[in-house]
């Protein structure tokens, strides 16, 4: 027979935390979006940078699962 094992409990994450990230990958795409519009050559790379966090964003958490 096992031992009773207390069972532990997770502390709740608040808002901030939850939504901490997809904020900050909303405003770097919105960013990135109105950067590329507004601008060529260092700004248009810039957006590009921008706009990739969200799919190295993906390929982490996508790596991580596996």
Known sequence: ???FAPHR?????SLATVFAVPTLLLV???????????????PDFLAWA??????LAL???WAKRS
């Open 9 to 13: 409990r997770r502390r709740r994450a």
């Open 50 to 55: 921008l706009l990739a966090l969200p799919l």
């Open 59 to 61: 390929a982490h958490a």
């Open 1 to 3: 027979m096992k031992p």
């Open 28 to 42: 770097a795409t919105i960013a990135g979006l109105v950067i590329g519009l507004n601008g060529d050559g260092l």
